[in-house]
């Protein structure tokens, strides 16, 4: 049995469909960005996700390489349990570098072997593996499952309800 402590979750394509968006995170507008944030919704199975994981005691992080306020204010708009929030800011170097998995980590001291990072792109699946951490590729969102599936994730799938399954049946009591 596999005993899961942290999920860290990529941001965007992950937790929340930006795709319409995308063309103001590319230019970095992230004032307009800020503003239409809130006409987003997080993707269809991920506020139960997060709540249930919450509850049940395992941390959960968002690690991503937008401005760190982005995902912060989508949280509290959705009231997520989520305090370990690593943005661009925090750590300056891009995926497939590890650096922001393991500044998430070790905010709450969890081990690599503890921990599970959720990504939709090859770099997440990249980072995973050099930070020693289990890879989830997230084909939900994802705008190439090809390229995604391609990374060879630890493991993939193509809904949150399945992400959601799979940790159901790792016994973990998210019911």
């Known amino acids: ?4 402590t942290l999920l860290l979750f990529d941001f965007d394509q992950v937790l929340v469909d930006t795709e319409p968006y ?16 809130s006409e987003l919704e997080p ?22 390489q937008s401005p760190g306020f982005v995902p912060k204010l ?16 925090d750590y300056k170097i891009r995926k497939p570098d590890p ?16 921990s599970f990072h959720i990504g939709d792109l090859p770099s997440d699946t ?7 951490v289990k890879s989830i590729g997230a084909g939900w ?14 493991y993939y799938f193509d809904t949150v309800e399945d992400l959601y399954q799979f940790i159901v049946d790792l016994n973990l009591g998210l019911k």
């Open 43 to 64: 993707c269809g199975g991920i506020d139960r996700l997060i709540h249930s994981a919450s509850s049940r005691g395992h941390s959960i992080a968002i690690v991503t």
């Open 22 to 37: 995308r063309y103001l995170r590319e230019s970095r507008k992230w004032g307009q960005y800020r503003h239409l944030m």
């Open 141 to 154: 969102a994802c705008a190439d499952r090809n390229a995604l599936l391609k990374s060879q994730p630890d």
């Open 74 to 89: 989508f949280a509290q708009k959705w009231s997520w349990p989520i305090d370990n929030i690593v943005g661009w800011h």
């Open 126 to 132: 990249e980072a995973s593996k050099r930070a020693g």
């Open 1 to 4: 049995m596999i005993v899961l």
């Open 99 to 114: 650096l922001c998995l393991k500044v998430a980590m070790k905010r709450v001291n969890a081990q690599p072997s503890e």
